[in-house]
């Protein structure tokens, strides 16, 4: 059995307990995301940091992990906040039911959009726009569409040119859609145009 000892819904962190050891885990849940801590770390999380303290055993990893998601979708819906960590946002999206999907496409219009962030904005659209739940849904589609409209004209101009860039495109970029994060290829095709090249996908 494996019991967790203490927890944050913000982020997914854990204290674990396994065989007598114990482990802090963060996303992406890996094999080479668990690190062993003493007691101390523990204490110094809950009394400190932030961290809930919990006493729940689980069957194997993936109840773990399962419950973890879970915890963070929950405290996301209440924040109507999704993290900036591509591989957590796109499990968040994948359970996330059209409701609250909706939700987020209303803040992004109302908040992300308005304050400068039409480059996160867009990629939280991007991201979205390919969900089977999304694809169900004419209403949420069509406002979805609107959005990256409205994010697309937001943006600056060297920014346009990485505006299309999600999970879908990243297989244009070779190689390095197997070494980077998202983020990372926009940043460079960002930097790259403001020198005056063109940033241009491996054949």
């Known amino acids: 059995m494996i019991r967790l000892r203490a927890y944050t819904p913000d982020d997914g962190w854990a204290f674990v307990e396994e065989d007598g050891a114990l482990v802090a885990v963060r996303p992406p849940y890996s094999s080479l995301s668990r690190t062993p801590v003493p007691d101390r770390t523990l204490e110094l999380a809950v009394a400190a940091h932030g961290f809930q303290a919990a006493d729940a055993e689980f069957a194997d990893w993936a109840d773990l992990l399962t419950f973890l998601q879970k915890e963070v979708l929950r405290r996301r819906a209440e924040t109507q906040e999704l993290p900036e960590d591509s591989s957590i946002r796109e499990d968040l999206m994948r359970q996330a039911p059209v409701d609250q999907l909706a939700r987020q496409v209303q803040r992004i219009e109302s908040d992300l959009i308005p304050r400068g962030q039409a480059p996160f904005a867009l990629a ?16 949420l589609t069509g406002a979805i569409q609107q959005a990256l409209i409205r994010a697309r004209e937001a943006l600056a101009p060297e920014e346009s040119i990485v505006s299309t860039i999600g999970a879908s495109q990243m297989e244009s970029f070779g190689f390095a859609s197997e070494r980077y994060s998202i983020e990372a290829v926009r940043e460079c095709a960002v930097q790259i145009s403001r020198r005056g090249r063109t940033l241009c996908p491996v054949a």
């Open 124 to 139: 939280l659209l991007t991201d979205m726009i390919g969900l089977p739940q999304v694809a169900a849904s004419s209403e």
